[in-house]
Nanobody
Framework: QVQLVESGGGLVQAGDSLRLSCTAS????????LGWFRQAPGKEREFVAG????????YYADSLKGRFTISRDNAKNTVYLQMNVLKPDDTAIYSC?????????????????WGQGTQVTVSS
């Protein structure tokens, strides 16, 4: 089981950028496929981005492609989510997740381990 801890959230204004980090504290993540999800108040959790174990293949929600970038540094046991041109609709709790399976990264059910999440609030 991977223990994941997110950081980097906060309150920003529309148009600002944020970089979220998710670090594994008890296991090397180099073999794990990783993802970011978000959940806004009153809404279902939605896929944001995913990345292959070697970091070469990213996956994005179509609506976020171009504004968000996922990356990873296996030496630091960390996955990142760079978010640019933030909008009020991006306000949510952002969580990272990990899986060793080959299941689709687009679905929350594919992941085995989750972090607690970090709050991102974008004011207009």
């Amino acid at each position: 089981q991977v223990q994941l801890v997110e950081s980097g959230g906060g309150l920003v204004q529309a148009g600002d950028s944020l970089r979220l980090s998710c670090t594994a504290s008890n296991t090397a993540i180099e073999n794990y496929r990783l993802g970011w999800f978000r959940q806004a108040p009153g809404k279902e959790r939605e896929f944001v981005a995913g990345i292959s174990a070697n970091g070469r293949i990213p996956y994005y929600a179509d609506s976020l492609k171009g504004r968000f970038t996922i990356s990873r540094d296996n030496a630091k046991n960390t996955v990142y989510l760079q978010m640019n041109v933030l909008k009020p609709d991006d306000t949510a709790i952002y969580s990272c997740a990990a899986t060793l399976s080959g299941r689709s990264l687009y679905f929350a059910s594919s992941y085995d381990d989750w972090g607690q999440g970090t709050q991102v609030t974008v004011s207009s």
